[in-house]
Every structure is written in structure tokens, then in C-alpha cells.
């Protein structure tokens, strides 16, 4: 039963470390202990290593210390990608070496050992695509072409220079500081690529995200099945019910089944656990990517709408107190004159209803579109 517990703690830590990491900063997490390992990961910890630092070594250690994160996180630099690496030819290692045994079995085909390498070897292409190819950068011979493809909508982009470039930056672009250059629809800089995500590489980013999503399923439900496949053949059931004497009951003889898995096979119940972790995150961001290209929009875009639409909801705000100081100043002055009906005053609209937000996305050419031309 230990290293049951010990699977379950392993499998609750890292979930808890990766959702944290990840999207403790979303909204739903403000005030929670997720929140607050996220800011511990992403700030506290580099805090408590800088004190430490200077209290071993003094200005000198935390001149390097900072220097050091300046190479890690301003700077284009591979560490991620070799990570992606080492992550994705690790845990394939691990399979070949645990799981091909098995395969072919009882309920996997021999072709399974061609098809996850296939599935590998595919994904590592995309990595390789989106990480190597031009993600759209704005150069002095294109940029008229990206204006006249994005025309400035004067609401979240207006007709600017970029200031280290020296030519124009056309709509739904973004000079991005570590790449050092300007890029045509721009979505994020990703450090796992060490690239920009842009006009010309976000299908091949999306299509990425879809495919370790797949993988991982695959992985979990086809290591999943070799395991179902090593039951039946060593006819585990029926040993265990004539061990432990339980008519044919599954339910009160499913926690031995759960205890001689786990015992005999934790290296496959672990990368279960890993790999279907991973597939719940990579689900997360295809979703969210694929809203984002459904309504051709980009996470920088979201950004700023989401500043542009407070922005207007603060200059609402201030239209409509002054119409309403305005106003009631002319009630009481009316008032004097002929007073007026409660009821008429009860049903009379108010000033805020009539005021409505638009986000106009000019961008947005409905759905098909969208998909078509939008990645
Ligand atoms: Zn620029
Ligand atoms: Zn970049």
C-alpha cells in the first residue's frame, strides 16, 4: 500500500505544481493557495535565492545571479527547446523500455511499436516547424504588404513606428524585445520554441498543441490497454478470486487488481499518470488557442481589448455621473415648477442602461474564415 500512496501524492504534487505554475494567475485562482504557489514559483523562490546569494557572496553574486536570469528569460536562448527535448525523448525512452515488451499482447497490436514512434517523430517535425520557421517578421520590404492585409482599426492599433525598428508597425503587430524585431500578428513570444508565434507559424504552433494532445491520450489509453492485456493473460482475476475466495465480484476484488498493478508495473502506472496530466494542460490551450483563432483574436490582442474595453468603461462611467448630476440638477429646478409623477419617475429609463460597450474586431470575418485565413 505504500507506494500506492506514494503514486497518489506523486500524481496530486505534480498536477498541483504544473496547474499552478501555469495558470495560478488566471482569474478563478485570485486569494487561493494556487495563486499563491504560482507566485512563490514565478517570483518568491527567485527572491529567496537572490537574499541567499547576497548573503553568501554580497553585490558581486547577485550582479551574476541577475545576469544569468537576464541570458534565461530576456534573452533567445534554446534551454526550453532542449527540455522539450529531453521531456519528450525521455518519456518515450520509457515506454520502449517498460511497455514494447508486452507488445504485441492481448489487446495491442504489434504495429503499435511503428505507429508511437510515427506519432513521436511527427510531433518532434512540428516542434521543429514552429520553432525554426519565420514567424512573420516585419521587415522595410514587407511592411506595406502587412498594412494593406491589417488596416489600423484606431481603437486598439493606430498608425505608429516601432522605435527600434524604424519603419511602421502595421496593425496586429508587435515589436517583440527578445527576438529584437517587429512581428506581423503577433500572438505571444514562446520560450518553449524560442520563437515568436506569428502570422506565419500560429497554424503550425495550434497544430502542435493538438498533436502532444493526441499523443498523450494515445500513450495513456494504449499503455492503459497493454496493462488490461497482461491481466488477462496471466489470468490475474482468476488467480486473485481463487487466492482471496470472492465470488465474481469485481468491485470487492478491483483494489487487489488496483495493488498488483501498482506493484508489479509502477513504471507504466506512472506515466499513465504523467501522461494524462500533460494531456488535461495540452487540452487547456488547444481550447484556448482555438477560441482565440475562431474569433481572430490574439493573446496580445486580448490584452489589449481587455484594456480598451475598461478604459471606455471608465469614460462611460464619468459621461454618464456628469449627465446624471446634470439632470438632477434640472429635476430640482423643475421640480419647483411641476412636480413630477412618482410613477413617471419610476418607469423613466436609467442613464447607465443606455450605455453599451462594443468590442468592434474589425479583424473578425466570422467563423469559416476566421478558420481558413486566420492562422
Ligand atoms: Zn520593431
Ligand atoms: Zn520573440
Not at 482475476?237 to 487487489?256: E, K, M, W
Request: charged content about 15%.
Amino acid at each position: 500500500m505504500a507506494v500506492q500512496w506514494l503514486l497518489v501524492c506523486h500524481g496530486l504534487v505534480t498536477l498541483l505544481v504544473v496547474v499552478s505554475f501555469l495558470c495560478g494567475q488566471w482569474p478563478i485562482f485570485q486569494g487561493t493557495f494556487i495563486q499563491r504557489i504560482h507566485h512563490f514559483l514565478t517570483f518568491g523562490a527567485f527572491d529567496y535565492l537572490r537574499r541567499f546569494v547576497e548573503y553568501l557572496f554580497g553585490s558581486r553574486g547577485t550582479n551574476a545571479l541577475y545576469l544569468t536570469q537576464y541570458y534565461f528569460c530576456d534573452r533567445p536562448n534554446p534551454i526550453l527547446q532542449v527540455i522539450y527535448l529531453a521531456i519528450i525523448g525521455g518519456t518515450y525512452y520509457l515506454v520502449v523500455n517498460s511497455t514494447f515488451n508486452y507488445i504485441p499482447g492481448h489487446y495491442m497490436g504489434g504495429y503499435h511499436r511503428y505507429t508511437s514512434l510515427l506519432g513521436v517523430g511527427v510531433g518532434i517535425i512540428l516542434f521543429l516547424l514552429t520553432s525554426f520557421s519565420d514567424p512573420g517578421i516585419v521587415n522595410a520590404d514587407n511592411v506595406t504588404q502587412y498594412i494593406s492585409v491589417y488596416p489600423y482599426d484606431n481603437l486598439i492599433y493606430s498608425e505608429k513606428e516601432c522605435s527600434t525598428c524604424k519603419i511602421l508597425k502595421p496593425a496586429r503587430s508587435k515589436h517583440c524585445s527578445i527576438c529584437g524585431h517587429c512581428v506581423a500578428r503577433f500572438d505571444h513570444h514562446c520560450g518553449w520554441m524560442n520563437n515568436c508565434i506569428g502570422e506565419k507559424n500560429t497554424l503550425y504552433f495550434v497544430m502542435f498543441l493538438l498533436w502532444h494532445f493526441f499523443l498523450c491520450v494515445y500513450g495513456t489509453v494504449a499503455i492503459g490497454l497493454v496493462l488490461a492485456g497482461r491481466l488477462k493473460e496471466l489470468e490475474v482475476v482468476y488467480i486473485l478470486t481463487a487466492y482471496y475466495g470472492i465470488d465474481n465480484s469485481f468491485r470487492s476484488l478491483a483494489p487487489h487488481v488496483v495493488q498488483w498493478l501498482i506493484g508489479s508495473y509502477n513504471t507504466q502506472i506512472l506515466l499513465m499518470v504523467f501522461l494524462a496530466i500533460v494531456s488535461l494542460l495540452l487540452s487547456g490551450f488547444f481550447g484556448y488557442h482555438l477560441s482565440l483563432c475562431i474569433s481572430n483574436t490574439t493573446t496580445n490582442e486580448t490584452f489589449k481589448w481587455q484594456d480598451y474595453l475598461s478604459w471606455q468603461r471608465k469614460v462611460n462611467e464619468a459621461k454618464v455621473s456628469g449627465e446624471a448630476l446634470k439632470a438632477s440638477l434640472g429635476d430640482l429646478s423643475q421640480e419647483t415648477k411641476h412636480p413630477q409623477s412618482k410613477w413617471k419617475s419610476f418607469f423613466k429609463r436609467s442613464h447607465l442602461e443606455e450605455v453599451e460597450i462594443i468590442k468592434n474586431n474589425i479583424y473578425d470575418r466570422g467563423f469559416f474564415q476566421n478558420l481558413y485565413f486566420g492562422s
